[in-house]
């Protein structure tokens, strides 16, 4: 819930929402995201995130929760 308390905040520091707000970024760059037979998709999905600060490095692999849940993974809300 801090989470989104925050996010309240951002619009009054400047902060355009695009640029925050995950589900405006989703909406507008995959409107039939909740429409996706998750269940039947054979799509892989790796996201690379850089710490600038501290140099920390991550990867986040799609497969890793294909590997925990199978074909029964749980749906998005």
């Known amino acids: ?20 707000d995950l589900e405006y970024m989703l909406a ?9 037979d998750w269940q039947r998709s054979e799509t892989r999905l790796l996201i690379g995130a850089s710490e600038v600060i501290k140099g920390a490095e991550a990867v986040f692999d799609s497969d890793c929760n294909m590997a925990a849940y199978g074909k029964n993974m749980p749906k998005p809300k």
Request: charged fraction near 20%; include cysteine; hydrophobic fraction near 50%.
């Open 28 to 36: 507008g760059a995959c409107p039939d995201f909740g429409k996706i």
């Open 1 to 20: 819930m801090i989470i989104k308390a925050v996010a309240a905040c951002l619009p009054r520091l400047g902060a355009r929402k695009q640029y925050f």
